[in-house]
C-alpha cells in the first residue's frame, strides 16, 4: 500500500559520459573547421586551456560551495581582490612567493567571512555572499586606485604563461586542484559531511555532522580557491584590474551546473565538474577563433545552459517514473 | 529526549495558523522600522547639511529610486515564491530600448509606450515562467540563462544605436513635483504598488503566493496548483521589469545595449532591505518601495558627507548584511551553546 | 519525455545560431585571394583586413569611428571587420584579439581602443608575434605593445578648451565639479591632470573640487551629479569627461532646475545631447570628429601594412584628412589626431554620432 520512497535528487548516470563525447565532438568539429586546431594538435589545444583555466579553479571551489547547498556569489570579486594584493606587493617588490601567499591569505579572510557569517548567524548564503560581493567590490577598487598595478616580473609571467612539459603552468595548476577537490570530496571526512549537508542539512545535524562547522570550512576553502585563481590571473595578464576576476562568476556558476552538480546541494561528482569546465572553455574559445563574436557566444552559452538543464531533469524525471515503475513490479512479484 | 535547540519545531503553534493577523503583524512591523531608519538617515545627514532636507533634493532621492523600485516589487512576487529572478535588469533594458526607440523615431506617447513595455516585460517574463513553472528547472540557473540570453538580444535590437532623445514632456514626469519634495513619478507609480499590496495581502492568489513560498510541499498538498503560482509571479516579475524600463527613460532619457545589466542585484537587495526574505512566505510590496528609497536615500547621504563613490557598492553590502542579520537572529547560534554540545 | 521535447529546440536553437553568426562573420572577415606577391609591386595595392576592437560593442562614438574607416576601406584596398566583447572588460577584449590572432583569417592589422593598459597586452604582443601590426585609438595600452597609437586630441589642448570656456561664461573664481567614469580610467585621468595644470598656471581662484564617478552609466551618473550638486552649492560648473556622463550630468542640472546657472561643460558627442543644446543647459560640448578618426585609422592601417610610416618626428599625409606627426610624447610613438572640435548650437546637426 505504502509508495516506495525514492531517493528525491536521483542523477544521471554516465552524465560525465555524455559531457565527455560532447567534448569530444566539439573539438573534433572545431579541427575540421579552424586552422588553429588542426594545425597546432594538442600543445595548442592546451595552449588555449590557458585563457580559462583561473575560471576552473572558481569553478572548482564553487562546486564544493553548492554540493552544501550554499552559493558563493563573492567568489569572483574576491579573485579580483587577490590579483590585487598580489600585484601591490609585487610592484613593491616583495618576494613574489610571499606577494602569492599574502593573496591566497587574503582571499581565505574573505571566505572564512563568509563562513562565519553563514554558519554562526545562521543567514542564507545567497544574502551574505551578495552583501560580501558588493563589500568586497569596494574594497578592491580602492585599493586598485588610479593605477592598477601589473607590468610584473619575468618569473611570475611565467607562473601564468609559461609551460611544463606542454601543459601550460596554470592548466597544471587547475588540474592538481582538480585532483585534490575529488579527494578531498569523495575521501575524506569533511567531504562526506559537506555532501550530506547539501543533501538534508537536518537530517545530517541529527546524524551528529557538525554541519555549521562543514559550512564555514567549506567557504573558506572556497576563499582559498579563489586566491589561486586571482593570482593565476595576475601571472597571466601581467596586470591586476578590478574586474578581472568579477566576470568569471557567471561563467564559473554555469561550468558547475553543466557539470551536473545540483543546485540544491548533496549530489555532484566533481570530475564532471572539470569535463564541463573544458567543454565550456573550448566551446567559447573555439567560437571565438571561428569568428563569431562576442554576443553570439554569450548567447549560445546561455542558451546550452539551459537546454542541458531541461535535458538532464527530464531524462531524471523519466528514469524516475521508469525506476518506480520497475520497483513496483518487482515487489509485487516477490511479495 | 531534547531536540536540538536550533531546529524548526516540526509542529507550528496555533497562534502562526491564522496566517493573515500573523502577515499582517509582520508586514506592519517591518516597513515600519525601515521607514523610521529612513527618517533617521534623513535626520542626521539634515543636522550634517542642511540642503539635503530641501524639495530638489527628497524628490530626486524619490524619483531616483522608482526604478530600482519596480524592479523590486516584481522580484518581491518572485521571492515570496521562494524563487529568485536574475534577469530582471536585462527585462528592464529590452523594454527601455525597444519603446525607447518608439518614443525617440515615432513619437510614441506615454500610454501607448507603457502598455507596449509591459508587453515587453510580460513576453520576456514568460521566458523565465516556461522553465522555472513548466520545465522545473531551478530559479537560479534558468533566470541566469535568460540573462545572458536576453542581454546579449539587447545588443541586436539595438544595432549599434543607443536611444538619445525623450522629449521633456516625459522627462518632466520626473523632475516636476506635485508636493514639495514630491515628484510626479512617485505618485503615478504609487498605484502600482497599492495594487500589488492589495494583490499580495487580500486576494486567494496573493495568499497562495506566499503559501507556495512557506512550504511548496503543504501548499500542493492543500491543493493550491504550485505550478501555475510559480509560472505567474515569473510573468509579473517581467510585467514590472518592462514598466521599470519607461521609467528609466522618463528619469534618466537614455538607453543603450549595457542598459540594466547591474540592477539586477540591487533590485534583490532593494527587497531584502525591505523585508521580503528569499526563503519565502515574508514580506510584501510596499516593503519593495521602502527598501529602494531607503537604499537611496542612505546613498545620498553618504556622497553629502563625502563619502567617495568607491564606497557605496560596501554602503549596500553593508544596509543588506544588516537587514539580513537582524532578519535571521532567530537562527543565530548563541556561542556559550554552541562550545557547551562540544563536550558531550 | 514532453520535458525533452523542450530542451530539443533549445539547444537546436543554440547550434542554428551558432552556426548562423559563424556564417555571417566569417564571411565579414575573410580576405579576398591576394595573388603571388610580384617582386618590386607596390604593396599598396595588397587588399588586407582590418580589424577595429573598440571598448566594447554598441557604443556610438565607436560605431561612428567604423563607420569613417567602412567608407574609405574600399579606395585604400581594405575590408574592416568590426569586432568587441559585450561588456566593457579588459580580459573579455585580450579573449577576442587572441580569437583573432588564432581564426582562420586573421587580419593584416589590428586596431583597438583598450578597456584598460595591462590586460590586452599578453594577447597584443601574441599578435605581433603572428605577423599582425598593431595600432591602438582613444585608449592606449603600454607602449611596448604596439607600434603607433593615434590619440584623440593633446591633453593640454582639450583642458585648456575646457576651461577657458568656463571662464568665458562663468568667471574665473569658484569650484569645478568634475564626472569621470571610473577611478582607473587613463584618459580621462590623463585630462584632469591636464586640468589641474592649467588651473594652477593661469586661474589660482579656479578650484578643480570633487570628482564624481559614474562607472559609464548613465543612471549613475545622473544620480553622482545631482549628489555633487547638491553637496556642493558653491559650484559653478560640472565637468563630466565621458560620453554618458554628459547627458546624466545635463538630466541633472535640469531636475534641480538649475540649468544655465550651473554650467555644463562636457567631452562627449553631439547625439545624446540633441535637446540640451535647444535649452541652454549644455554650455559647452567638446569632442573631436569620430568619424574622420575611423578614416584615420584605416589611413594608417594601410601605412603601418605598406612599411611606409614614419619615425618619430616625421609626418604623413592620410588623403583629405591632412598632415599628421609622429611624436615621442606622451608615450612612443603617438599621433594627435585633431584640435578638440566644439560642438554648439549652431552646428551640431552636422554631426551624427
Known sequence: MTTLALPKRWQVPGWGLCLMIAMLGELTYFTFTTRYFAANGVPGILVLAEQFAPTGVLALGMAMVILTGSIDLSAGANASLTAIICGLGLEKGYNMWLCILAAIIAGTLVGLANGLLVALAGIDSLLVTLATQFIVTSILTSLAGAE?????????????????????????????????????????????????????QRAAQYTGIATRKT???????????????????????????????????????TIVVLGGVDIFGGRGRIGEVIIAGFLLGYLSQGM???????????????????????????????????????????????? | MTMAKDAEPAVRPVRDTTRRSELAWLASRREVLVAAAIILVIGISTAVHSYFWSSANISFIFADSIVVACLALGESFVMLGRGIDLSVGSIMGMSAIIVGFQIQNHNMTLFPALVFGAAIGIALGLGNALLVGVARLPPIIATLGTFSVYSGLEFVVTNGLQVDTIPNSLTNLGVHTVLPGVPILLVAALPLFIIGAIVLRYTTFGRAIYAVGDDSEAAYRAGIPVQRILFSTYVISGFTAGLAGIVLLIHTSGASSTTGNTDNLNAIAAALIGGTALTGGRGGAFGALIGSVFLSATLTALSYVHVSDIWQPAGVGVLVLLAVIYDSRGNAVRLPRMLRRRRT | MRRIIYALPVLALAVSLAACSNAASSSGSSTPKTGSSKSGASLADKPITVAIVPKLLGLSVFEANVQGAKEIAPSLHETIDYTASVDASGPDQAAVIMGLVHSNHPPQVIAYSANDPTSEVPALEAAAKAGIKVIGFDSDVTASARSYFIQDTAYPAMAQALINAVVAKFGSKGTIGILSSTPDATIQNAWIGA?????????????????????????????QATNLINSNPDLLALIPIDGDAVPGALAAVQAVGKAGKIGVFGIGDPNPNRKYFANGSLTGLFLWNEVNEGKLIAYVARDIYDGTMPQAGGSFTAGSLGTFTVSNSPAPGTIIFSKPVEFTKANYLQYNF
Open chain 1, 148 to 200: 592598477p598595478p601589473f607590468n610584473f616580473s619575468v618569473t611570475f609571467q611565467g607562473l601564468g604563461q609559461g609551460t611544463v612539459a606542454d601543459i601550460p603552468d596554470d592548466v597544471l595548476v587547475f588540474l592538481v586542484l582538480g585532483v585534490a577537490t575529488i579527494l578531498i570530496v569523495n575521501y575524506t571526512t569533511l567531504g562526506r559531511s559537506l555532501v550530506l549537508t547539501g543533501f538534508s
Open chain 1, 288 to 335: 571565438l577563433i571561428e569568428g563569431n563574436s562576442s554576443l553570439t557566444i554569450t548567447m549560445v552559452t546561455g542558451l546550452v545552459l539551459i537546454g542541458a538543464l531541461v535535458l538532464k531533469i527530464s531524462l531524471e524525471r523519466n528514469f524516475r517514473q521508469l525506476l518506480s515503475v520497475r520497483m513496483q513490479r518487482l515487489r509485487t512479484r516477490h511479495p
Open chain 3, 195 to 223: 586640468m589641474r595644470t592649467y588651473v594652477k598656471q593661469k586661474y589660482p581662484n579656479l578650484k578643480i573640487g570633487p570628482i564624481g564617478y559614474g562607472q559609464s552609466n548613465q543612471q549613475i551618473s545622473q544620480t
Open chain 1, 215 to 253: 559550512l564555514a570550512s567549506v567557504f573558506t576553502i572556497n576563499g582559498a580557491f579563489a586566491g589561486v585563481a586571482g593570482v593565476l590571473l595576475a601571472a597571466y595578464y601581467n596586470s591586476a584590474q578590478p574586474d578581472t576576476g568579477t566576470i568569471l562568476l557567471l561563467p564559473a556558476i
